[in-house]
């Protein structure tokens, strides 16, 4: 079958331990981009997300949130859906891995793989760690996971095994002949040495807890979380349906052209996910690509490191598109980035009200003002100056250098050079001067007036095309206000300089991009701490409410300049207040449940090294094992320490003592005269990760 014109992208199935927060937005969005491109380019698109809703640190999210693991995942499934569709991801299809549709073909993935002989019975003993599900090669009890920094727990069970050795030689081969496989290009030396460093046999299902895909044939074991989840992208287009239209649509789609992702997952989509389908007989996605991380505060932003902010807080008082056109080209894509509330209103106000909110506002006003509305075209009654070639000429080449930056998924390059014209045609109105021009009279004065505008009109066009699938909403305006109709029925290929139509009428002429005052970057904030308590909590009913604040846009001026430059966004307040205590030194409920203190069980403690009151303990608070360092070792033996129950406040930022990272507090009253720590403790017995209110 021609599959010639088809595209099919996928996002990571997101874990519904957390809520999403800007990171999971931001893979989104760049599929989003990606996707309402390839469809503008004439593309049978399929773009696929999804949750990914089993294993061991699902189950325990669940319990420790006093509910079932798929109660729990429905309602944070629930929410990632309900961001997406708000912040108007173009998606074809949500996964749930909890769905039938999604067992049967995981299941049937299974049974490929053990008719081909690739599964075996064994017997694992070694350290896997419960945040990445991932197991832990070489590392001895006590070791933390090389990736996330979190102590791993021995597991010691009868496994499943995928003959992942077996794969070795034929992945490097792939890699070879295939140099676009693995993007970029550092994730892909990093993929070609794990991989030449040897590769073992990998333990595919688990059978010490229940929460997953029964393995066929053998229910005692549920199927290996990674193993389920991957499968996802083949499952969503039908892989193992009865149903003959879901049958067309897995050899329509399949494979997958692009599986976009965050670089702490590339050894899963690259060396599992290939390995498995190479072992099902089923053909390999055409490219992963790995993104750099969001960084805030100089770290990953992370529900675990309790730096995260929600993309709400940023959509619900700057709109969607500024926080698509921030991510996109402000971060190098592949590389880290960093998030910040006064880096997005600086990027709006710069580009988006002053440059390209400046010239479509002028321009438009102007054909209104001076020629009834109505598209003027450049007269012959006036020879053509070599600044309007100028403008021609770099619109043209702006097309071709676009187009290609964006297929090389170098994104802000491509709005880079597009914001270069936009500068170069507010540049040329300032020289040109209609409005002087409007002032004279006479048939040439009108014809020069007309040519001007026409090349403003036709370069703010061609932009509006380029940058629609990083700005839908405000591309749509413009492309209304140019008179042009529904933007998305636009053909991108056909896109050249000259196409805008002699007399066409403009629409209602508004402005798109009011610019963003100082209160915007409180107003994010504020958002973000009102979120806070809810999200401390780790449950996952329905997200805090949000206030509707006076307006939901920046500023909201009634008009935009019609000319000259407006003034770059002053520098604003780095943090949020912190909410005030009343004069009496009381807090609030609310202030108190910020607090996240629950009960845990300490299942390893030492002391630290040259420091005589510190202690290095692993407690388990249900969720995850916690590496917390405290100052208790005066009062406390280590050995003594272990199996005991303690309380810890869980959401506390890590910080390092002695180079160890501390991830919360053990609470202890301060006993004596010399505040001898007593560790708070219960008369009743109570479950690990219960919490304290
Ligand atoms: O890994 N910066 O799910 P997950 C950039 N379920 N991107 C980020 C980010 C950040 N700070 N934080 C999250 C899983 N992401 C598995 C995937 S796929 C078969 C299974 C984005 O909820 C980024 O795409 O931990 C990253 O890879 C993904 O969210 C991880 O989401």
Redesign the pocket.
């Known amino acids: 079958m021609d599959k010639g014109n088809k595209f099919y992208i996928t996002?990571?199935?997101?874990?519904?331990?957390?809520r999403p927060?800007?990171?999971?937005a931001?893979?989104?969005i760049v599929c989003d981009a990606v996707a309402r491109r390839k469809r503008m380019l004439g593309y049978d698109t399929y773009f696929l997300t999804g949750?990914?809703e089993h294993g061991q640190k699902i189950e325990r999210s669940a319990t420790t949130a006093g509910t079932t693991p798929q109660k729990f995942a429905d309602s944070v499934a629930a929410e990632f859906r309900a961001l997406f569709e708000k912040m108007g991801i173009s998606y074809n299809d949500f996964i749930r891995t909890t769905e039938p549709r999604h067992k049967q073909g995981a299941q049937e993935l299974w049974k490929r793989l053990q008719e081909k002989g690739f599964i075996y019975k064994g017997t694992y003993t070694g350290q896997y760690c419960v945040h990445?599900?991932a197991y832990i090669d070489g590392a001895k009890p006590g070791d933390p996971c090389p990736d996330c920094g979190r102590i791993t727990e021995t597991v010691s069970e009868e496994n499943y095994y995928f003959k992942l050795s077996a794969f070795a030689d034929k992945l490097l081969k792939h890699y070879q002949q295939n140099p676009d496989f693995i993007r970029p290009e550092t994730r892909r030396n990093e993929v070609i040495a794990f991989v030449k460093s040897g590769l073992r046999d990998l333990s595919v299902s688990r059978s010490t807890f229940k929460w997953g895909i029964p393995v066929p044939g053998d229910p005692k074991h549920v199927m290996y979380?990674?193993l389920d989840?991957?499968s996802?992208?083949c499952t969503a287009v039908g892989l193992g349906s009865k149903d003959k239209e879901e049958q067309q649509k897995f050899d329509r789609y399949w494979p997958a052209d692009v599986h976009?992702?965050?670089?702490?997952?590339i050894r899963?989509?690259a060396v599992y996910?290939p390995a498995f389908l190479m072992a099902a007989e089923l053909p390999l996605p055409r490219a992963v690509i790995?993104?750099?991380?969001?960084?805030?505060e100089e770290s990953?932003?992370?529900k675990s490191r309790g730096n995260?902010v929600r993309a709400e807080s940023v959509i619900d008082v700057m709109g969607n598109d500024t926080l698509r056109y921030f991510l996109l080209r402000e971060i190098a894509f592949g590389q880290?980035g960093s998030f910040s509330f006064d880096a997005v209103v600086q990027r709006y106000n710069s580009d988006l009200a002053n440059d390209l909110g400046n010239l479509s506002s002028r321009t438009l006003t102007m054909i209104n003002r001076y020629f009834g509305g109505s598209v003027p075209y450049p007269s012959p009654l006036v020879a053509k100056r070599d600044a309007d070639d100028t403008i021609r000429d770099q619109a043209q080449r702006t097309i071709a250098e676009f187009n290609q930056l964006f297929d090389e998924y170098q994104f802000n390059r491509a709005l880079e050079s597009a914001w270069t014209l936009v500068a170069s045609v507010n540049k040329y109105l300032v020289e040109q001067e209609p409005w002087i021009v409007s002032e004279k009279e006479g048939e040439e004065n009108k014809a020069r007036l007309a040519t001007i505008l026409y090349t403003a009109a036709e370069a703010l066009r061609v932009v509006t095309a380029l940058a629609y699938p990083v700005l839908p909403e405000s591309a749509a305006k413009i492309w209304l206000q140019l008179g042009l109709g529904d933007i998305t029925k636009f053909d991108l290929r056909e896109l050249k300089w000259g196409q805008l139509p002699l007399g066409g009428k403009l629409g209602k002429v508004e402005p798109v991009f009011p610019r963003a005052d100082k209160s915007t970057i409180e107003r994010m904030q504020q958002m973000e701490q009102e979120r806070k308590p809810a999200a401390a909590a780790q449950t996952s009913t329905a997200t805090a409410p949000v206030p509707a604040g006076e307006g939901a846009r920046p500023g909201q001026p009634a008009t935009q300049a019609a000319h000259g430059p407006t003034e770059a966004a002053p520098a604003a307040k780095a943090a949020a207040p912190a909410a005030a205590a009343a004069p009496d030194g009381k807090i609030s409920i609310d202030d108190f449940l910020k607090v996240e203190m629950r009960v845990g069980l300490v299942k390893h403690a030492e002391k630290v090294k040259g420091a005589d009151k510190l202690l290095r303990l692993e407690v388990d608070i249900g969720s995850e094992v916690r590496q917390v360092v405290a100052g208790i070792a005066v009062a406390y033996e280590p050995e003594k320490l272990i199996g005991r129950k303690v309380v810890i406040v869980a959401n506390l930022a890590p910080r390092k003592l002695r180079g160890l990272e501390s991830n919360g507090m053990i609470v202890a009253a301060s006993a004596g005269e010399d505040g001898k720590p007593v560790l708070a403790s219960f008369l009743e017995d109570v479950p690990i990760g219960a919490k304290l209110k």
């Open positions: 996002t990571p199935i997101y874990y519904v331990n957390a927060h800007i990171g999971h931001y893979t989104t949750t990914d990445d599900e979380v990674w989840a991957l996802n992208y976009m992702i965050g670089k702490e997952i899963f989509h996910w790995a993104h750099g991380w969001l960084l805030f990953k932003m992370s995260i880290d």
